[in-house]
Protein backbone atom coordinates (compact mmCIF):
# COMPACT_ATOMS: atom_id res chain seq x y z
CA UNK A 1 0.00 0.00 0.00
CA UNK A 2 1.20 3.55 -1.19
CA UNK A 3 2.91 5.41 2.04
CA UNK A 4 0.36 8.02 1.42
CA UNK A 5 -2.97 5.75 1.77
CA UNK A 6 -1.41 4.10 5.14
CA UNK A 7 -1.02 7.45 6.56
CA UNK A 8 -4.24 8.45 5.45
CA UNK A 9 -5.84 4.85 6.71
CA UNK A 10 -4.36 5.75 10.57
CA UNK A 11 -5.39 8.70 10.60
CA UNK A 12 -8.64 7.46 9.85
CA UNK A 13 -8.62 4.46 11.96
CA UNK A 14 -7.59 7.18 15.13
CA UNK A 15 -9.81 9.66 14.42
CA UNK A 16 -12.55 6.48 15.18
CA UNK A 17 -11.33 4.96 18.21
CA UNK A 18 -13.79 5.41 21.14
CA UNK A 19 -11.50 7.52 23.07
CA UNK A 20 -10.57 10.84 24.04
CA UNK A 21 -7.34 9.79 25.74
CA UNK A 22 -4.66 7.14 25.22
CA UNK A 23 -1.07 6.19 26.25
CA UNK A 24 1.29 6.73 23.49
CA UNK A 25 1.75 2.27 23.27
CA UNK A 26 -1.84 2.15 23.01
CA UNK A 27 -2.06 5.00 20.21
CA UNK A 28 1.17 3.07 18.23
CA UNK A 29 -0.63 -0.25 18.88
CA UNK A 30 -3.45 0.97 16.91
CA UNK A 31 -1.18 2.73 14.06
CA UNK A 32 0.74 -0.78 13.77
CA UNK A 33 -2.15 -2.37 12.38
CA UNK A 34 -1.75 -0.58 9.78
CA UNK A 35 1.98 -0.35 9.22
CA UNK A 36 4.45 -1.94 11.41
CA UNK A 37 6.88 -0.18 9.69
CA UNK A 38 9.14 2.30 12.36
CA UNK A 39 9.63 5.04 9.90
CA UNK A 40 5.65 4.67 8.52
CA UNK A 41 4.43 4.70 12.95
CA UNK A 42 6.54 8.14 13.31
CA UNK A 43 5.37 9.59 9.76
CA UNK A 44 1.68 8.98 11.31
CA UNK A 45 2.58 10.08 14.61
CA UNK A 46 4.17 13.20 12.83
CA UNK A 47 1.05 14.15 10.79
CA UNK A 48 -1.60 13.51 13.52
CA UNK A 49 -0.01 16.06 15.57
CA UNK A 50 0.72 18.12 12.57
CA UNK A 51 -2.60 18.19 11.36
CA UNK A 52 -3.89 18.54 15.31
CA UNK A 53 -5.58 15.55 15.46
CA UNK A 54 -4.07 14.73 19.17
CA UNK A 55 -1.56 16.71 21.23
CA UNK A 56 0.81 14.84 22.98
CA UNK A 57 1.82 15.47 26.66
CA UNK A 58 4.73 13.21 27.13
CA UNK A 59 3.39 9.27 27.08
CA UNK A 60 -0.09 10.37 26.81
CA UNK A 61 -2.11 11.12 23.58
CA UNK A 62 -5.24 13.28 23.67
CA UNK A 63 -7.29 13.11 20.37
CA UNK A 64 -8.46 16.55 19.42
CA UNK A 65 -9.91 17.52 16.12
CA UNK A 66 -11.22 14.58 14.14
CA UNK A 67 -12.21 16.59 11.70
CA UNK A 68 -8.75 16.23 9.85
CA UNK A 69 -9.40 12.78 9.18
CA UNK A 70 -12.65 11.89 9.01
CA UNK A 71 -13.49 8.41 9.49
CA UNK A 72 -17.67 8.43 8.81
CA UNK A 73 -18.44 6.57 12.18
CA UNK A 74 -16.49 3.11 11.45
CA UNK A 75 -18.40 0.32 9.99
CA UNK A 76 -17.80 -3.03 11.00
CA UNK A 77 -18.09 -5.54 8.24
CA UNK A 78 -18.32 -8.75 9.11
CA UNK A 79 -17.33 -11.66 6.10
CA UNK A 80 -16.90 -15.53 6.39
CA UNK A 81 -13.79 -16.83 5.59
CA UNK A 82 -10.37 -18.24 6.67
CA UNK A 83 -8.46 -14.80 8.68
CA UNK A 84 -6.25 -14.52 11.04
CA UNK A 85 -6.58 -11.86 13.32
CA UNK A 86 -4.59 -8.69 12.55
CA UNK A 87 -4.34 -8.23 16.68
CA UNK A 88 -3.71 -11.41 18.10
CA UNK A 89 -2.89 -13.88 15.46
CA UNK A 90 -5.92 -16.39 16.20
CA UNK A 91 -7.44 -18.10 13.01
CA UNK A 92 -10.77 -16.90 12.24
CA UNK A 93 -13.95 -18.16 10.70
CA UNK A 94 -15.56 -14.82 10.73
CA UNK A 95 -13.51 -11.63 10.15
CA UNK A 96 -14.39 -8.43 11.57
CA UNK A 97 -13.21 -5.44 9.31
CA UNK A 98 -13.44 -1.93 10.33
CA UNK A 99 -14.26 0.46 7.25
CA UNK A 100 -12.80 3.73 7.30
CA UNK A 101 -13.06 7.14 4.66
CA UNK A 102 -9.75 6.02 3.72
CA UNK A 103 -10.14 2.32 3.82
CA UNK A 104 -10.28 -0.92 5.41
CA UNK A 105 -8.33 -2.50 7.92
CA UNK A 106 -8.47 -5.64 9.48
CA UNK A 107 -9.69 -8.53 9.60
CA UNK A 108 -10.06 -8.82 13.80
CA UNK A 109 -11.62 -11.41 15.88
CA UNK A 110 -15.22 -9.99 17.19
CA UNK A 111 -13.16 -8.97 20.57
CA UNK A 112 -10.28 -7.77 18.97
CA UNK A 113 -12.51 -5.32 16.68
CA UNK A 114 -13.98 -4.05 19.96
CA UNK A 115 -10.39 -3.61 21.70
CA UNK A 116 -9.12 -2.09 18.65
CA UNK A 117 -11.69 0.60 18.54
CA UNK A 118 -12.05 1.29 22.28
CA UNK A 119 -9.74 2.99 24.49
CA UNK A 120 -8.49 2.16 27.83
CA UNK A 121 -10.74 1.34 30.57
CA UNK A 122 -13.03 4.33 31.70
CA UNK A 123 -12.40 6.26 28.47
CA UNK A 124 -14.72 8.35 27.20
CA UNK A 125 -15.13 9.85 23.59
Known amino acids: MPRDEQIARALALIAALETETLSLKQLVD ?22 GLIDRDGAQIAIRDRSVAPAMSPDVVVRAGDFECRRCGRQLAEGHFITLAAGEVGPFGATCVARVLSGPPGARR
Open 30 to 51: RIELVSSSPQETRAILDAATRR
